[in-house]
């Protein structure tokens, strides 16, 4: 075989080679020389996409169960102003009172509502002074002609209320249904009646879901944020 007879290249004393571009990775970690891993990457990613989201469309995003404040529905009939849920409207026509909402795109078979309305004449529930009583009174009447579902009551429960309009009181249940294979099949009632200076007032939630989602604590929000119509 030949040798390589080019001559080789010769230095100045002071010369130093050019400095290596590539780090150093003799003193990192067996993690840092892998980089990042894939899922770290891919939450960052979701994190800021969620951001950009709750900024442009809060309502696509936040669960069923949240209150944006300040999104507040106005009922001249009734003189109250409600806050509508994220995920709910106002429907028209309502079953019961002046005010009625529903949530939007569920695509469940579930009739789950929120009524409102003036506690006058007419309506059962007016003849009882007690609040108490007559959040029982009318969760009795909502029960009958609007859930539509006769049975015993189970986990029953009552709050005092306080808001904007006047104190009262709120009273919740679930409904088990009398003989019917399907113990599932019942649903649960939230009624409160408050008020002051001789006017009282209602609202209502129920729904064909006994483990209801949102549930009462949230309904609990909703009545104690109700204000009186500006």
């Known amino acids: 075989m030949g040798t390589d007879d080019s001559p080789v290249p010769e230095y100045a004393a002071d010369y130093a080679p ?3 571009d590539a780090p150093d990775a003799s003193h990192l970690t067996p993690e840092e020389k892998r980089g990042p891993r894939t899922v770290h990457v891919a939450l960052a990613l979701l994190a800021g996409l969620l951001v950009i989201a709750v900024a442009t469309n809060p309502a696509s995003v936040l669960p069923r169960d949240s209150t944006l404040h300040g999104a507040y529905h106005v009922d001249r009939d009734s003189g ?5 849920p994220v995920g709910w409207r106002v429907s028209g026509d309502p079953d019961f009172g002046t005010v009625q909402m529903r949530p939007v795109g569920t695509g469940r078979a579930l009739d789950t509502r929120i009524l409102a309305g003036p506690l ?3 309506i059962a529930a007016a003849a009882v002074t007690d609040d108490q009583g ?3 009174a009318l969760a009795e009447t909502i029960q009958m002609y609007v859930l539509g579902v006769a049975g015993t ?3 029953q429960r009552t709050v005092p209320v306080d808001n904007e309009a006047g104190t009262g009181a709120a009273i919740s249940y679930v409904v088990v249904p009398d003989g019917s294979a399907d113990q599932d099949s019942g649903g649960l009632v939230y009624t409160a ?3 002051s200076e001789g006017r009282r007032w209602w609202v209502a939630y129920v729904t064909t879901s006994q483990q209801s989602a949102p549930g009462i604590r949230w309904m609990d929000r909703i009545v104690d944020h109700v204000r009186l119509a500006r």
């Open 18 to 20: 050019a400095p290596d």
């Open 80 to 84: 109250l102003e409600l806050q509508v």
């Open 120 to 122: 006058e004449s007419g």
């Open 134 to 136: 007559a959040a029982t």
């Open 153 to 155: 009551r189970d986990e």
């Open 193 to 195: 009646v408050f008020g």
